[in-house]
């Protein structure tokens, strides 16, 4: 299943490229056009794909024929074989780290080169631990304000990084991909876009009758499920908010959305708790 790639969708990409290039230690002017790519592409009233439909990508303000080749790949594909390669050659949990006040690209590639350090909480293990006052730059005061600056980030509304989303997002969709009349599933939204923050983990599963589906997904030993009704969207959610509504879970602090549109149109709600997982997870349609 091809996904439908939005200007946002292509400008997030191109920025997590920008990012992790300049996290690489490439060149500048590589960065600068990917992001100005991402930047134009934001601010276009027009979808690319309409212009790659009619052979005019180039016409795009500031996308020389590399960039075009790429949108084309990704359009056509839904994914990017460069992309996939940068990220084997630079960790994408990498990027979370640029949250992180007066952490940039170059302080995140000493600390994950030097330190070992690829994610927020080995970052904070490793300030905690003294080990990165000793680093080119560092010392112990640097060493204090990264983790003000992990505690102030802690203090943000709740979202899940990228780090801890990207898992989830492939246990979900291998237990997708394995039930029967589920012909492919694949990550959207955020996930998709490699956000550092994500929200939502929205999953999208194409099935030519989504009644088999959900009563596999229903007779699986992991659940436990409820159900009711609710509006015609298609959407699971697994939110604190339907645990409320329908008292068939208790509520937990650590509760994540994860919305999963399924084809053709139902009008069901469910809510689970996956026993594998410390994790209170309730699926709504809406």
């Not at 005019?56 to 990017?80: F, N, S, V, Y």
């Not at 943000?156 to 989303?165: E, Q, V, W």
């Not at 939502?200 to 009711?228: F, I, S, Y």
Request: hydrophobic share 50%; net charge positive.
């Amino acid at each position: 299943m091809r996904p439908l790639l939005t200007n946002r969708d292509l400008a997030a990409i191109f920025t997590l490229i920008a990012n992790l290039l300049e996290i690489k230690g490439e060149v500048v002017f590589k960065t600068l056009a990917y992001r100005k790519a991402a930047e134009n592409l934001e601010q276009m009233g027009q979808e690319a794909r309409a212009l790659w439909s009619a052979g005019q990508l180039r016409e795009l303000p500031g996308i020389g024929k590399a960039l075009a080749d790429k949108i084309d790949e990704l359009l056509r594909t839904g994914r990017l074989q460069f992309l996939d390669e940068l990220k084997q050659a630079v960790p994408v949990t990498l990027v979370e780290l640029l949250q992180v006040p007066d952490v940039g690209p170059k302080k995140v590639r000493l600390f994950w080169q030097a330190a070992q350090v690829t994610t927020l909480a080995e970052l904070e293990a490793a300030a905690r631990g003294g080990r990165l006052s000793g680093l080119a730059g560092m010392g112990p005061k640097s060493e204090a304000k990264i983790l003000a600056g992990l505690e102030a980030l802690k203090r943000r509304p709740s979202k899940l990084l990228l780090g801890d989303a990207l898992p989830l997002a492939g246990e979900l969709l291998a237990m997708l991909r394995a039930l029967p009349g589920v012909q492919a599933a694949a990550a959207g939204g955020s996930v998709r876009r490699m956000r550092a923050l994500v929200g939502d983990v929205d999953l999208l599963v194409a099935a030519k009758d989504a009644a088999p589906v959900l009563a596999a997904l229903q007779a699986m030993a992991a659940w436990r499920m409820c159900w009711r009704k609710a509006a015609p969207r298609p959407a699971w959610s697994f939110t604190p908010a339907c645990a409320r509504s329908c008292g068939c879970i208790r509520q937990s602090a650590l509760a994540r959305r994860c919305n999963t549109p399924l084809a053709p149109r139902i009008t069901m709600c469910a809510c689970a708790k996956l026993r594998a997982q410390k994790i209170c997870r309730c699926l709504s349609m809406h």
